[in-house]
């Protein structure tokens, strides 16, 4: 057990670096935990107190090195930052079901040769190592119009396996970093990827199949399958959904849909998961084993306990392979194989330890496991149902057989009682776990989860797998899910259905987990009581504010946008909501109403909207589905259809002022005549001026030089300011010599994307601020900046990892590589 915990503390206390070792000294500690457990075999007759506190030491530098090894191994298969943004060709196979979404696909591509894309033609391609491109890239190609170019569409045919010869511009692993957010560099790094990119847009048709679908058979299996499900299934939502209990597919599920899920607290059954697969191996264990017993001649040959055991096991890791392998599944096969394991070697440990062992050979098999929500939740769960479990009326139930062994009633009230019982631990024990990791938890997920767990595992998802055979059940397994998805819209609708919190300080952490294990454990109702009272903190966080007279303003990091968040002792302004990435996909919902959620914003007092581009006001439909009472103060047209969702809208005047908690708020521009049309969109930005008598800020939109000299020849003695938000994202028409002198900022920030397609900021408006000696942040570089009382820090390094990108300097001046990859990959995350 020492050496369990020891390994498991290990790689826990490696997966914190910032930086990686030198090979030479994870290969030196590797050395050093290889003697220490050759001395510690020697005297393991002489166990003591010290001997297993030097077992555990031994396990930790074991884990810690062999999990740096493998890291070193993973960061060396990454793209060469010099080859970033360089046209390459590149020979190779479609790898993975390709993902389809509003005309575009992403697939994963494994690479075999390369070569720059213009290079004479005798030039011969060469391996991938060699010329700096990783083995395995995440693409995304999309058709018609790009970049002015008639992009050669994507063809609808394309399948794993086949080998294509593309013309794609790479990029390094890079994601949005802002406070709470979700760590897409993560998720690439623990799948595999070594850079992203797009397919070019090329008049010439370099794109070309080479050979057809060769290898890859179950990708190609699951994609067909996809395709069969959605041609019988006329409900393209619901196609979707089976798709993904199918062949796991979550990326095929509707973003409505995963809203409806997330909201009753059952989307961890509508992807395939632990429980899925947990649930099919016992399933298939049940089958093999009375299968087995109808046979005399194979009872003798092996018995059929053993049988089941093993059999569940392979067929439960067949499900996990046709469902594409991803890390949710493979930790349930390591689990399920553990345990097998142990029961065949006739071990009746402990339920802890047993859990510790399955823990320690996952965190072995895939270390960066120890990071996902969904590992948590997953042994959590277990624990808890162990530690609570009425072990003999669990047993019973599960041997009952109502045909023979009781009556029909009696086992059926066993049965609902044992599943309710199980329900209500998972809903409480889990809900502190599910605050830390997600800042909500459904109200309602306990009367919906007592429907949706046996409808999904008992009735649709076999229903599902069986329809590959005989292809009817799909829509049989449709209607039953049409019928779950209305009861769950119906629950959806309720007040108050979920609750929604901040995130928590780690003493609230800390006190609400263990109040979430005492509230299920058998013991007293005092201590069940006090249980439930220790997770209050985690329902209602303390949330830090700015004092009274200071006011504090968050850059998000919503690549090529804006979105400001303001805050002041009492009162939240929303300057901007950022871009759309694609049709169903923009940073407010993905970025903004989860930020404002995770700082406890429940009402946000006003949203300023600059102008009506699409960077500034992509992102505005979500947040006033998410705060629909917000005022809203804008430069639009009164005809613009955003108007038409706000509860009230203000047009921005020059001379707009008012007082929040200490801290003044005032229009600078646009004048009263200003209008679009006739002036472009830019023309009108807002232009905010946040201030008290020691720090000011000043939110400029996208005006240019024009509206720049025109504040400085009306408003100097107002632009003064600390912090500024720099005017159209950097642009070469911004940022004149005059309004910097006016302004005199001491920060200056830009707002852009990593390469943005724009080419912001423009290296010649980088190059003037940093001549001015103004602390030049971007966020490509910083993630979201927070700034307080003349101090600011990046999100990037609060949260610096070894698996990050390394951004340094000047942001790098490019082409944007599709937003639609960071968008998609996020939604396929258990």
């Given at each position: 057990m020492w050496a369990l915990a020891g390994y498991g503390m290990g790689t826990l206390w490696q997966l914190q670096q910032a930086a990686l070792w030198p090979g030479w000294l994870d290969a030196a500690v590797l050395a050093l935990a290889g003697l220490g457990a050759a001395a510690l075999w020697r005297c393991r007759t002489c166990q003591h107190r010290g001997w297993y506190l030097a077992v555990a030491l031994v396990a930790a530098l074991l884990g810690f090195s062999l999990t740096e090894l493998r890291a070193h191994g993973r960061l060396a298969d990454r793209l060469d930052p010099a080859r970033e943004g360089e046209d390459l060709e590149l020979v190779g196979r479609v790898a993975g079901v390709p993902l389809w979404r509003?005309?575009?696909?992403?697939?994963?591509?494994?690479?075999?040769?390369?070569?720059?894309?213009?290079a004479d033609p005798a030039q011969g391609a060469r391996a991938p190592q060699e010329l700096g491109v990783p083995?395995?890239?995440?693409?995304?190609?999309?058709?018609?119009?790009?970049?002015?170019?008639?992009?050669?569409?994507?063809?609808?045919?394309?399948?794993?396996?086949?080998?294509?010869?593309?013309?794609?511009?790479?990029?390094?692993?890079?994601g949005r970093f802002n406070p709470n957010g979700f760590d897409a560099e993560l998720w690439l790094f623990d799948n595999g990827f070594g850079a992203t990119g797009h397919v070019r847009a090329l008049r010439s048709q370099?794109?070309?199949?080479?050979?057809?679908?060769?290898?890859?058979?179950?990708?190609?299996?699951r994609q067909a399958v996809a395709v069969r499900i959605a041609e019988r299934v006329s409900d393209a939502r619901l196609a979707g959904v089976l798709a993904a209990l199918v062949v796991g597919e979550q990326s095929a599920i509707d973003r409505a849909d995963w809203d409806l899920f997330r909201i009753t607290g059952v989307a961890h059954l509508m992807a395939i998961s632990g429980l899925h697969i947990t649930m099919f191996a016992w399933l298939a264990a049940a089958a093999l084993r009375r299968l087995w017993r109808m046979q005399p001649a194979w009872t003798l040959a092996l018995p059929a306990p053993v049988a089941a055991r093993w059999g569940g096991l392979a067929l439960a890791t067949g499900y996990a392979v046709f469902s594409g392998w991803g890390v949710p599944a493979q930790r349930t096969v390591w689990m399920l194989a553990t345990v097998a394991v142990l029961a065949q070697l006739g071990r009746r440990w402990p339920w802890g330890l047993m859990l510790l062992v399955v823990a320690t050979v996952v965190a072995a098999v895939d270390p960066w496991a120890l990071l996902q929500a969904g590992?948590?939740?997953s042994f959590v769960a277990v624990a808890l149902l162990l530690a609570s479990a009425d072990r003999d009326g669990v047993q019973a139930t599960l041997a009952a057989d109502p045909g023979s062994r009781a009556r029909w009633r009696d086992w059926l009230q066993r049965s609902v009682g044992a599943g309710v019982r199980t329900q209500a631990i998972a809903t409480v024990g889990l809900a502190p776990l599910t605050l830390v990791c997600f800042q909500q938890v459904s109200l309602v997920g306990f009367l919906a989860n007592l429907v949706a767990v046996p409808v999904v595992t008992l009735v649709v998802t076999p229903l599902a797998l069986l329809g590959v055979m005989w292809p009817a059940l799909w829509d049989g397994a449709a209607e039953v899910l049409a019928a779950l998805t209305a009861g769950l819209t119906w629950?959806?609708?309720?007040?108050?259905?979920?609750?929604?919190?901040?995130?928590?300080?780690?003493?609230?952490?800390?006190?609400?987990?263990?109040?979430?294990?005492l509230a299920v454990l058998p013991w007293p109702l005092t201590l069940r009581l006090l249980g439930l009272a220790l997770m209050l903190p985690l329902l209602w966080p303390p949330v830090p504010r700015p004092a009274p007279g200071q006011f504090e303003v968050i850059a998000l990091d919503v690549g090529q946008g804006t979105a400001v968040v303001v805050r002041t002792e009492r009162h939240t302004l929303v300057y901007d909501t950022g871009p759309a990435y694609t049709a169903d996909d923009d940073a407010g919902q993905r970025v903004l109403v989860p930020v404002l959620q995770s700082l406890g914003e429940r009402q946000v007092h006003r949203l300023v909207l600059s102008h009506r581009d699409a960077d500034h006001v992509?992102?505005?439909?979500?947040?006033?589905?998410?705060?629909p009472d917000t005022p809203v103060m804008s430069s639009l047209e009164p005809t613009h259809e955003l108007l038409g969702a706000v509860a009230s809208h203000t047009p921005c005047t020059a001379g707009q002022a008012w007082r929040w908690d200490g801290v003044d708020f005032e229009i600078l521009h646009p004048g009263p005549e200003d209008r679009s049309p006739p002036l472009q969109p830019n023309q009108v930005s807002c232009v905010l001026r946040v201030s008290t008598p020691q720090h000011r800020a000043l939110l400029t939109g996208d005006i240019g030089r024009r509206e720049e000299l025109r504040l400085v020849q009306t408003q100097a003695e107002r632009l003064a300011a600390d912090w500024l938000l720099v005017p159209h994202h950097g642009s070469r028409s911004s940022?004149?010599?005059?309004?910097?002198?006016?302004?005199?900022?001491?920060?200056?920030?830009?707002?852009?994307?990593?390469?943005?397609?724009?080419?912001?900021?423009?290296?010649?408006?980088w190059a003037?601020?940093?001549?001015?000696?103004?602390?030049?942040?971007?966020?490509?570089?910083?993630?979201?900046?927070?700034?307080?009382?003349?101090?600011?820090?990046?999100?990037r390094d609060l949260r610096r990892r070894y698996w990050h990108h390394r951004t340094g300097g000047p942001p790098q001046f490019g082409v944007e590589l599709g937003p639609e990859i960071a968008s998609t990959a996020a939604k396929g995350i258990e």
């Open positions: 509003e005309g575009a696909v992403r697939f994963a591509f494994e690479v075999e040769t390369v070569r720059p894309a213009w083995r395995r890239v995440l693409l995304s190609w999309r058709g018609g119009l790009q970049e002015g170019r008639l992009q050669q569409r994507p063809p609808h045919d394309l399948t794993a396996g086949q080998r294509w010869q593309l013309v794609v511009r790479l990029r390094q692993v890079h370099r794109h070309r199949k080479l050979d057809e679908a060769d290898g890859h058979l179950v990708d190609r299996w590992f948590w939740l629950l959806a609708a309720w007040p108050q259905a979920q609750w929604v919190t901040a995130a928590a300080p780690m003493w609230a952490v800390a006190v609400g987990l263990a109040g979430g294990v992509g992102g505005a439909r979500a947040f006033l589905r998410a705060y940022s004149s010599e005059e309004f910097l002198q006016a302004v005199q900022p001491r920060v200056a920030v830009f707002q852009v994307a990593h390469r943005s397609r724009f080419g912001h900021p423009a290296p010649s408006v003037r601020y940093g001549q001015q000696g103004i602390e030049r942040i971007a966020t490509p570089t910083c993630g979201a900046y927070r700034w307080m009382a003349g101090r600011g820090r990046c999100e």
